[in-house]
């Protein structure tokens, strides 16, 4: 599958995400930095994309950007069909736990909270009622993962991978529409590396859009679109 | 707000490094709340001085007592007998009777002033011993409003208790208060033939004694406690107001460094959709929290030095104690302590 800077080569109906010239540009000693400029590109739902590149190509600029999490300097990012600028802070901050779902570099779990815990935060952001009930589905989400009985443990007692788990399924709990994760296997071993990126190609075939920063190799097995980034500027592959 | 999401955040109270700022809190803010109740002891004594009639009294030697009245300040001017209280003994309890020779002195509490003859106004906290008052009895205070329209008789006479003053600024423990002519129906001698006067005020003694000087006329003061605490008055709002500046330089730094600390946290929320408005919400909740059990704490303690110290500060008053908390000094402090607290922590996160 090729991805194009100049011709919009997927079919348009399952775009979620559209991306035309935005560019990302920060002040450095009142000097401009481009880190990111993109002529076009679109995201559709039920493909795995891999974003590969060099540190501080822009990758996870990128994702940053797609999540809502940066503003864009320049350019036009359309969500579901709808620009980004038209949104409030309160309509982005509820995209992003609704329908976006985060695995970050380095897992980021709260170390002073259980595991369940940490699944169980973006759930409790949604303010949704059925909390309790929902803690007893995590339970069944846990045992899919093969980490059964480690519901109750803090992350120091986890190990990297069983971290990674319990990240992965933080992003997944709000059943979001697009997932993304920043070198989600960044300090893992093969077996547990593999085991992730399957777990997001699963995700992936069921209709969720997978957007995958990685330096991994591996990942080009999963991945169904494999985009560069070198300075800011995507290429492909 | 979440609550779900805000007892996550609260939770992260018992993180070590909070434990060290409360403390440090507790520290700095029990020195304020101390300082406080100096200060506001300091008041209440310079009140008191202001008002007492002991400290305005000067016995003068002359019987031109018309000389004496043309003084602006000289409120009162008579034979010396009016310094001098009559005592007795009635039903168990000590009763000192002196003449209202200053109708402005006293705030009447419960019932009313001296109106008929026989009248009798005594202290709101009745003192019913022959002083002096020292710490072993300071406790035992009556209640005189049970008193009230009630008779007390020195086995002569007999005074009705018509009304109570309020003696807690006054440095008033045992005087009840009669009429100038149910005075002098007493068997009162006076000492000496001399004469007295009482000053409107206080702060006006070194001018009516500038007055006596030029007209050659001795006098002897009463009663002067005031200058050597001067110190009271000027040490402990400076030494405040340092600690108050050190608080606020603390915590601006500690709010700081917290939300440095917490940005993980921060940005794992904003990531799974909390709005910045709510994160803002959930950090002044947490920095307030941490707060309040550090005045909370603070508090105690202070109370705790109050009733070990208050014993030690009779020396400071002539015949009466009372030292007030002041409750509304600290609801002040407590109040814009949180509200500068909630404004860094807003400035933090948003920045």
Known sequence: MNIDNNRDGVCMNNKIIELENVKKIYKVDNNDFIALNINNIS????????????SGSGKSTLLQIIGLIKDKTNGTYKLFGKNVDEMNNNEKANIRNKNIGFMFQDFYLDEDIKAIENVMLPYYISQKKDYKEKQKSIYQMFNEFNITG???NYPKCLSTGEKARVSLMRALINNPDIILADEPTGNLDKDNEKMIFEKLKKYASEGKCVIVVSHSSEVSEYADVIIRIEKGIITYE | MNNNVLKYILNKIKNRNNITFIIINTILITIVFVCLIIVRFTLDYNS?????LLGRTLVVYTD???LLRSNEHVIFAGVDKYRFSYGFNFNNNYISLMPLTDNNYINIVDGHGLINPGDVVCPKRLYPYEYPLDESNFKEFVNTKDWL??????????FNIVGTYNNILMDEANICYISISDFDKLDITSYNNNSMIIIDNHKNINSVKSFLTSNNIGYTEEFNAGDEYLYLVTIPPFIISIIVIIILAISFNFSKKSINNNNKTIGILRAYGESNNNITKYYICYHSLLLLISIII???ISIIIYELVKPYLYEFYYYNLFIRIPILGII??????ILYISLITKHFINK
């Open chain 2, 298 to 300: 603070s508090l105690i």
């Open chain 2, 149 to 158: 329209n009630k008779s007390i008789s020195n086995g002569t006479y007999t």
């Open chain 2, 64 to 66: 031109n007592l018309d």
């Open chain 2, 332 to 337: 002040i402090f407590t109040l814009l302590y």
């Open chain 1, 150 to 152: 480690k519901e109750l």
């Open chain 2, 48 to 52: 008191a001085l202001s008002k007492n």
């Open chain 1, 43 to 54: 995201f559709e739902k039920g493909k795995f994309y891999a974003i590969i590149g060099h």
